[in-house]
């Protein structure tokens, strides 16, 4: 079964300061990758989806991006973090559209 | 906007007691799936029911669809405090690569 693997649990960063969150998979081939933010008490908000290496695909107009070096590596990255930024980050996996795999999330609080 | 919506937003009961959440979406799905995430975690897959499905079965899970009423509604038969958890829907609309999460119903349930 898949594994998800994200990196740290926790993070405070202060406003204006670059990030970088590490997504990676484990037992599966070509999946693909989801980036969501939750904030507290809500819903998930998709922010970038990705079918293959180097395709990303943006849901939102935002502060942050996205890149896939590898098959299995999601990275979400931000140059000058904002205020509005803090939030649970989780990554997810799937094989198209069949259940999704998440992992335990970052919580970012912007400082 | 968010194609799922659960109701009710909040639910607490007595431990034995049965929990019904339901939820709502927009478009034509492929879909749908339930998902508990657990204070602080990631999300965890329950159940998957298909358009062409009206109803599942999965342990103490009833999951029903009513693809007419674009409505689906969540089970959870003698419950436990361990079923304390938000639970949320997540539809795939027909053709696309990602799914979409509602609000989520926080479930409590009292000893």
């Known amino acids: 079964s898949q594994t998800i693997h994200q990196w740290p649990a926790t993070l405070v960063q202060p406003v204006g300061s670059p990030l970088s969150l590490e997504c990676t998979v484990e037992?599966?081939?070509?999946?693909?990758l989801y980036w969501y933010r939750q904030a507290a008490g809500r819903g998930l908000q998709l922010l970038f989806y990705?079918?293959?290496?180097?395709?990303i695909s943006s849901e939102v107009p935002q502060n942050l991006s996205a890149s896939r070096p590898q098959d299995r590596q999601f990275i979400l990255s931000s140059k000058k973090l904002l205020l509005s930024d803090s939030g649970f980050y989780l990554c997810?996996?799937?094989?198209?559209?069949?259940?999704?795999?998440f992992g335990d999330g970052t919580r970012l609080s912007i400082l | 906007s968010q194609q799922g919506e659960e109701d009710p937003q909040a639910l607490s009961i007595q431990e034995g007691e049965n929990a019904t959440m339901n939820c709502s979406y927009k478009?034509?799905?492929?879909?749908l799936q339930w998902y508990r995430q657990n204070s602080g975690r990631g999300l965890v897959h329950l159940i998957l029911?298909?358009?062409?499905?009206r109803e599942k079965h999965s342990g103490r899970l009833r999951v029903t669809l009513d693809t007419s009423k674009k409505s689906s509604s969540l089970l959870i038969t003698a419950s436990r405090a361990a079923d304390t958890a938000s639970y949320f829907c997540a539809t795939d609309a027909q053709g696309a690569q990602k799914l979409v999460f509602g609000q989520g119903t926080r479930l409590t349930i009292n000893p």
């Open positions: 997810a996996s799937s094989a198209g559209t069949r259940p999704q795999h």
């Open positions: 478009t034509s799905i492929n879909n």
């Open positions: 029911i298909r358009s062409n499905e």
């Open positions: 037992g599966t081939s070509n999946p693909n």
């Open positions: 990705s079918v293959g290496i180097g395709q």
